[in-house]
């Protein structure tokens, strides 16, 4: 099976969990999930077009043999922490405030991705976080959420 083929079948199941069961439990009426179907059938033309792509030599999918030490030190494996990295995230959120808890977490974010300029590491969060303060909590006036530091 091809890469294409993969990719198109993964945002057919997002596209019929999306229609079939995010949109009609998460929308309280046919104007609320307009926007929301319109969006998933956008993404599933693309999808049928990916899943009926002929395939090419190069993009037939070849599964590695098993390689742990390989493994442990490849993208899917980064890719992996990042993930697990965000409910501690979450909850440092809620326990810490959004200010502390996404400097923390932007600045490993940075190293985990090999950034090792140190005036990057420190101006690229506090760049961010005073973009986000100044854009939603004086702007907008929307509170985020404050813990035990700020």
Do not use: N
């Not at 033309?45 to 037939?60: D, Q, Y």
């Not at 990057?120 to 854009?135: A, D, F, K, V």
């Amino acid at each position: 099976m091809s890469k294409d083929r993969c990719i198109g079948i993964f945002f057919l199941l997002l596209f019929l969990s999306l229609w079939l069961w995010v949109i009609p439990f998460y929308t309280k009426g046919p104007v609320e999930a307009a926007y929301p179907r319109f969006a998933a059938l956008i993404m599933l033309v693309p999808a049928i077009g990916m899943i009926l792509r002929k395939a090419t030599p190069e993009s037939i999918l070849r599964l590695p043999a098993f390689d742990l030490h390989k493994l442990l030190r490849s993208e899917y494996t980064r890719v992996l922490l990042l993930i697990m990295s965000y409910p501690v995230y979450l909850i440092s959120v809620q326990t810490f405030g959004f200010y502390t808890a996404g400097f923390v977490f932007c600045v490993g974010w940075m190293i985990f991705f090999g950034e090792r300029t140190l005036a990057r590491i420190l101006i690229t969060p506090l760049l961010l976080l005073g973009s986000i303060y100044s854009i939603v909590t004086a702007f907008l006036r929307y509170p985020l959420p404050s813990g035990l530091l700020f």
